[in-house]
């Protein structure tokens, strides 16, 4: 089995930053991508920012230039969020695709204040 556990989320004013970190663990061997979603009241869930193994990182328009992803380890995956927005805050979601099946964290809140 695969576990995600992550970390960071919390409660910001806007034009703040935030550090989310996921860290995988269990059979990950094989891993082809890692990323982060997020999911608004009312709203679905939607790729925020993902990194594949060997190849490049992809962002979702409204966070480019401010969210950066990143890897440590090759089963850390991190999501630095700078110049954060009211329209931000959602659950942020950790997922990992270990040799073609999709793993999820549990979900960590981010919130900005206006």
């Known amino acids: 089995q695969v576990q995600l556990v992550e970390s960071g989320g919390g409660l910001v004013q806007a034009g703040g930053s935030l550090r989310l970190s996921c860290v995988a663990s269990?059979?990950?061997?094989?891993?082809?991508?890692m990323g982060w979603y997020r999911q608004a009241p009312g709203k679905q869930r939607e790729l925020v920012a993902a990194?594949?193994?060997?190849?490049?990182s992809n962002y979702a328009d409204s966070v480019k230039g401010r969210f950066g992803i990143s890897r440590d380890n090759a089963n850390i995956v991190h999501l630095q969020m700078n110049s954060l927005k009211p329209e931000d805050t959602a659950v942020y979601y950790c997922?990992?695709?270990?040799?073609?099946?999709?793993?999820w964290g549990q979900g960590t809140q981010v919130t900005v204040s206006s």
């Open positions: 997922k990992i695709t270990v040799r073609g099946v999709d793993y």
């Open positions: 269990g059979r990950i061997f094989g891993i082809n991508s």
């Open positions: 990194v594949t193994s060997g190849g490049p």
